[in-house]
Structure formats: C-alpha cells, structure tokens
C-alpha cells in the first residue's frame, strides 16, 4: 500500500467547519459527487486514515475529520472510554455531543462542495461512531464502513426503522487476532444488521486491531 501525496489535489488542515479536517479533491469529478468521510480512532488524529487517500477511487472527494476531544499531544477522540473493567464503558454524553458535531459536518461538507453521496467510515472509535450516525441518521449518508468497531448498545433505541435503513449500504471488515475489540463484537454487529434489512457486506481477516492491505482492496471494491 503506497502513502504518497498525489500533487496538487490536497490541501492542509481546514478549520472552517464543525471539525478540523484534511481534503483530497477529486482528480476527476465522476456524475454524481461522492465524498467518503474518515474517522480516526482514540489516541490518534486525521492524519492516520488520511494516508489512506492516494489509494482510495480518483473520483471522489476524500475527506478526514479530527476528533474533538484532545487526549494528548495531537492525539484526539470522539469520546473518552474506560477498559478497566475489561469492557468498554463509553462517556455516553461525548459519544452523543460529537455524533451530533459529526452529522453537523457531514452537512457542512455537502454544502460547501456541493456532494451529492457521503459515505462515512472509520477505525475502531471512529467506526464507532459512523455505525451510530448511519443507524440513527440514515437519510445523512448513503453508506458506512466499519474497521475494527462495534455498534454501542446505547445507541440501539435510537436506531431507525428497516424501512428507513433498506438504502444504507454497510460494509464491516474486522480481524479475528483483534485484542482490542475482539471479533466477537463484529459478529455481534452482523447478527444485530442482518435484523434491520441493510445492505451488508462483511469480511473477517487473519490480523489484529489494524487495517491491512486486504481491508483496503476490499474497501474499493465496496466504493465502485
């Protein structure tokens, strides 16, 4: 998997919107204009699913989002969770102020490049909180895509109705090595989509709590 910066098409930090963020224009616009949102997990910042854009589809706007919640020297969250007891336990009241932040951006985003498709995505937490938006807020994207996450219990209430969520397409990709949120949590997550009509996609890999170069062949074969 190449990193290289493609010239000319990415511009540095922007702060004008609801969350700062990094943008990858499209080489060549396709007919409909399509964005795909990144979302960092705990401890890291935009630059880390940023890296992913040289290899993601030219024709779409890739777009990385920073958390809110600082918890370090340019690391950031979405919310701050305890795994002391051995389980996740999430501040439920961050989880709800940066969803709400997040769906503020996504509409921020349409606006300014006028897209037309977002497709929302992230790792660990910030796949977290993409399962959360596109379960409860469906008419905001037409689709998610879950890396190494879990779909929280407190959000479930809030999930639309299937006929609200026949549009959404999802795809989960999680590793079955995964020590941090183990894969019993993404097929929790399948059993649970299977339920609500979505169009699922869902793949298991032999890796940890990280995202591999089959993750992302996946995940273009997913965007076409």
């Not at 949590?185 to 793949?203: P, S």
Request: hydrophobic share 40%; charged share 20%.
């Amino acid at each position: 998997m190449t990193h290289s910066i493609i010239e000319g098409t990415t511009e540095g930090l922007q702060t004008d919107l609801a969350l700062s963020y990094l943008i990858r224009e499209p080489i060549q616009l396709s007919k409909i204009v399509k964005a795909v949102i990144l979302l960092h997990g705990v401890g890291s910042n935009e630059q880390d699913l940023f890296a992913l854009a040289p290899d993601l589809p030219d024709g779409v706007y890739v777009i990385a989002a920073r958390g809110p919640i600082a918890v370090g020297n340019n690391r950031f969250a979405w919310y701050n969770v305890d795994f002391s007891s051995g389980k996740p336990i999430i501040e439920a009241e961050q989880e709800a102020i940066s969803r709400e932040m997040i769906r503020k951006f996504i509409k921020q985003v349409k606006e300014k490049y006028a897209i037309e498709e977002v497709f929302l995505g992230g790792f660990s937490q910030g796949a977290i909180m993409s399962n959360s938006i596109g379960l409860t807020n469906p008419g905001d994207v037409q689709g998610i895509m879950s890396f190494s996450g879990r779909i929280l219990q407190e959000i479930r209430p809030l999930v639309q109705k299937v006929t609200d969520l026949r549009h959404l397409k999802v795809l989960v990709a999680h590793g079955v090595l995964d020590n941090i949120l183990p894969i019993h949590y993404a097929r929790e997550a399948k059993q649970y989509l299977d339920t609500l009509g979505v169009q699922l996609t869902y793949h298991e890999y032999p890796i940890g709590h990280q995202f591999s170069n089959e993750v992302l062949n996946d995940l273009n074969a997913w965007l076409k």
